[in-house]
């Protein structure tokens, strides 16, 4: 089960599948806080600019940064 309050990059994908995209992720982000505050808007760009293509991967980290936006 994932933790929605998970803050580590690399510990956040691993709780969501989705450790394929951890390096690009790690180098581009400090913290899965700053990921959500810059894409809450448009996961498109966070899609396009971590080279996130597969279509269940886009659902799974919909679900992640949109259930993580709720608790705050």
Not at 6 to 33: F, K, M, S
Not at 61 to 68: L, N
Request: one cysteine or more.
């Amino acid at each position: 089960m994932a933790d929605w309050a998970e803050n580590n990059i690399a510990t956040w994908v691993q709780d969501w599948g989705l450790q394929q995209y951890q390096d690009i992720l790690v180098r581009n982000y400090d913290d899965v806080d700053q990921i959500c505050s810059l894409h809450k808007d448009d996961l498109n760009v966070f899609f396009d600019d971590n080279g996130v293509v597969d279509e269940a991967d886009q659902l799974t980290f919909t679900h992640a940064i949109q259930g993580r936006q709720a608790l705050t």
